[in-house]
């Protein structure tokens, strides 16, 4: 990109800022575009160093006579307002960026004018893009969708719902363009556009599409292409002159446009639309019935799935559906997968690799993401179109255990729901379930209360609770308990196992693997939050063995785990050169996660003798070991129970683990925190350094923020920064009290990924030379002649871990370093909010 095209980029971003509040975004852009056109007309001369333009020089002066007056319109209201004065500077500038083009050399302007316009436009758009759908579609986009043009030039092409009619700037000049566009200043651009551009043989009407479908057409076309509103509409004024259009599918604004196009196109014609997925899913009748009238007659020739984020008003994801009017019967739809053909990029939207989706359309060979169905599965798939489901991976299963695939609906039935008006109970959340595959049972009795809205259920029984959102299913055991609990049906699926058939260790095993995990991803729907129905849940199959089978899978699982991490644990003593401190502190670690498992074990037997033993044999409890004993299997269960809870109070309270317990994160004004205790430090006694703290100010202020928000504990994040000062005093300036001594705080913003850096920098002795984070975090370690006790860098990464944040260092002094003062820096980096 050269020198000169980035000046006249900077030029026109320059004219919008500074003049929004003198003219209107739209005659603005009316204003500038309307310059380039009348100078590539020839109709501007030079005299006594004015511009001065002469309409007569024009050919065809009846095509421009709209513009000219409007021109001429805006002009006059420019001379008048000269002279008033805007905020203390002369309005007379307005005219800047177009005396801007006018001087332009004539070889700088042919080369640059159309960008020029393409800068203009992207400019407005970029602050009307919550109005106006998408007018300005990817470039990338367009050419995908004028790959399915006829062969033949002489065509015709009707584009409703045009917005800046993108579609058919790159039609040859033997096409016939109809476009249409609601938005009357929209229409007038993009017909500025297409007249800058010398396209030929076109016309862009300002009307309803809605209205103007549905009125009889005098006209077939070849080609009818559209990215219409991605919303359902009410459409009221819509009066079917088809006596077999249903009422419902007048409701839904693409189910009428496939109609109506279909109606208005030629026989061997073709209709490429843009549509949301929803559309190839939803159970909305009108969708379902237009998907089932599609796939009877035949219709459906290509379904592309787009990459998310191609539009700069709207995340939704997108399909390409090529539709023909006349195809052979039992012809194959052709189903292509280009979710993730995404061009690299800084950007946030995302720009389709359209060259990659040429490649896949011309090659049948590339199976990864090309594939032809037919009528049939689309039949068995209850006319669900979406493409994931038609390319689930293999399940990378052995013969034998393929073979004995079963359908989850054959080990679990779905409770029946119930629905109980209550204002306040205990909800069980998605993040309460668990994600541990051996200790995966829970009673939620200690949820706390809170209100209970959209009718949740009430669990009236053990059940397998799994998560119907995500790919996640998060198996977790309900035990029911005195405490009612209750669970929202829309993410959450209560399941009653057949334990006859399957052991519950086992199941819960198998819905955490991959095989299982990449079946429900081929079947989620959804945009924002993904999900998958209970009927598609139910169709997941599940590798399922003989009963002697499946326990024997369990208890291997269990010792791979206790083995795996005894030979991790060996590994990291004899990496790290671990003390018997540090050992200590590992095999606490250790014991913990052991603890874990044997508690969650214990629940199992316990449940299983009373619910499942004594009912049938009511004298079990009282069973002895020795007759000439005392000890009953009732005693033998409740000692077993208080030492497993005596073990666990003792592992709980060794160290500093147990105090982290206590942290609760609560919404902090970090800045005005930071503030009050940086004055706290200063106003110690005996301090042997100066603290500064710089919060940024002025960039605050220029971003319009008041107030920046973390979810923090204040007295955690003090210890935190207590800690950080304290080591410079005793390792970083080595209690000496010098007049060096510094340490300054200040706070970095990343206003994209809203995260906050706050950097505590200090002018002592820097860290032991090569000191890594792993070393610096890990409980324990120690280097250098001025280390600590070995907790500190642990302690900060812990309380950081739980803050959502991270913790980091910098030598200064080193190559990663800046130089300064400073020596050291440590970077705590936290999630926030603002107010603005």
């Not at 309005?91 to 042919?110: N, P, Q, R, S």
């Not at 986009?141 to 719902?161: A, G, M, T, W």
């Not at 849940?537 to 795996?564: C, F, G, H, W």
């Amino acid at each position: 990109m050269d020198k000169k095209y980035t000046e006249i980029v900077s030029t026109i971003h320059t004219g919008y800022n500074v003049y929004s509040g003198l003219l209107s975004d739209y005659d603005y852009t009316f204003f500038v575009l309307s310059t380039i056109l009348f100078r590539k007309l020839g109709c501007v001369e030079l005299d006594d160093s004015e511009h001065m333009f002469d309409f007569s020089k024009i050919k065809d002066k009846e095509t421009f006579i709209f513009f000219i007056n409007e021109y001429v319109e805006r002009l006059n209201y420019l001379d008048m307002i000269e002279k008033v004065d805007f905020e203390g500077e002369s309005i007379y500038d307005v005219t800047e960026l177009t005396t801007y083009i006018l001087k332009l050399e004539e070889k700088v302007f042919d080369r640059y004018y159309i960008q020029m316009v393409e800068v203009c436009l992207s400019k407005y758009f970029s602050s009307h893009t919550l109005t106006i759908q998408d007018s300005l579609q990817p470039q990338e986009l367009n050419q995908l969708i004028n790959y399915f043009l006829p062969e033949d030039k002489n065509i015709s092409v009707y584009n409703p719902f045009a917005g800046m009619c993108s579609l058919g700037m790159n039609l040859s000049d033997n096409t016939n363009y109809l476009a249409e566009e609601i938005n009357p200043d929209v229409a007038k651009l993009a017909e500025l556009r297409f007249l800058i551009s010398d396209k030929k043989n076109f016309e862009i009407k300002n009307t309803d599409s809605i209205k103007s479908l549905n009125e009889p057409f005098n006209y077939k076309y070849d080609f009818i292409v559209s990215t219409p509103p991605f919303s359902i509409l009410e459409t009221k004024s819509i009066a079917s002159r088809n006596a077999d259009m249903e009422r419902n599918d007048m409701k839904l604004l693409n189910g009428f446009l496939f109609k109506e196009s279909l109606n208005n196109l030629n026989r061997d014609g073709r209709i490429v639309f843009t549509i949301p997925e929803s559309l190839l899913y939803s159970k909305i009748k009108g969708n379902y019935q237009l998907r089932k009238q599609l796939i009877s007659n035949n219709n459906i020739e290509i379904l592309i799935k787009l990459p998310n984020n191609l539009f700069k008003s709207s995340a939704i994801p997108t399909y390409l559906i090529v539709l023909r009017k006349n195809r052979e019967s039992n012809k194959l739809i052709r189903l292509i997968d280009a979710s993730n053909f995404v061009l690299k990029s800084k950007s946030k939207q995302n720009r389709l690799d359209i060259e990659k989706v040429f490649r896949v359309l011309k090659n049948e060979n590339e199976k990864a993401f090309c594939k032809r169905i037919t009528v049939e599965e689309v039949e068995q798939n209850d006319y669900n179109l979406l493409v994931n489901r038609y390319f689930v991976e293999d399940l990378n299963l052995t013969e034998k255990e393929a073979s004995h695939l079963i359908k989850l609906n054959k080990l679990v039935t779905i409770v029946k729901r119930e629905r109980v008006i209550k204002e306040k109970g205990k909800l069980i959340r998605i993040s309460d379930l668990s994600k541990d595959k051996l200790d995966y049972t829970k009673t939620f009795e200690d949820l706390e209360e809170r209100d209970l809205k959209n009718s949740p259920n009430l669990l009236r029984q053990n059940t397998l609770l799994l998560s119907s959102i995500h790919t996640d299913l998060k198996p977790t055991a309900f035990i029911k308990t005195d405490s009612k609990i209750y669970y929202p049906p829309n993410f959450i699926m209560a399941c009653l196992v057949d334990y006859s058939k399957v052991d519950l260790d086992y199941l819960v095993l198998e819905l955490h693997k991959d095989y299982v995990i990449n079946q429900i991803k081929a079947k989620r729907i959804g945009t924002a939050i993904q999900r998958i129905t209970r009927k598609d849940l139910l169709e997941i199959e599940i590798v399922l063995p003989n009963m002697a089978e499946q326990l024997k899978k369990v208890d291997l699982y269990r010792s791979s785990i206790i083995t795996k991490k005894q030979e991790d644990f060996k590994k990291l003593v004899k990496s790290y050169g671990i003390d018997v401190a540090d050992e200590n502190s590992f095999l606490r670690h250790q014991i913990a996660g052991t603890l874990k498992n044997a508690r969650g074990s214990f629940k199992a037997i316990k449940q299983i003798i009373y619910e499942q033993i004594v009912p049938k044999l009511p004298g079990t409890l009282d069973i002895k070991r020795n007759e000439l004993l005392e000890t009953t299997l009732f005693d033998y269960i409740n000692v077993l129970e208080r030492d497993i809870l005596n073990i666990t109070n003792a592992v709980n309270v060794v160290g500093k683990e147990y105090e982290l317990k206590s942290v609760n994160l609560q919404s902090l004004e970090i800045i005005e925190f930071l503030k009050n205790y940086v004055d706290e430090v200063k106003n110690r006694e005996n301090n042997i350094f100066e603290i500064s703290l710089n919060v940024d100010d002025e960039l605050l202020s220029e971003e319009r923020v008041d107030n920046v928000y973390i979810n923090g504990d204040e007295k955690f994040l003090r210890r935190v920064f207590n800690n950080i000062i304290d080591n410079a005093e005793k390792h970083g300036f080595n209690n000496k009290n010098e007049s060096t001594n510094k340490i300054e705080i200040d706070f970095l913003y990343d206003f994209d990924n809203l995260e906050l850096q706050i950097e505590f920098g200090n002018s002592g002795y820097p860290l032991p030379e090569n000191y890594s984070h792993e070393e610096f975090i890990r409980k324990g370690s120690k280097k250098g002649d001025n280390s600590g006790e070995g907790i500190g860098g642990w302690y900060i990464n812990e309380i950081m871990r739980l803050h959502n944040g991270r913790f980091g260092f910098t030598d200064e002094t080193g190559p990663e370093g800046v130089g300064g003062d400073m020596v050291t820096t440590i970077e705590l980096i936290f999630p926030f909010e603002i107010k603005v």
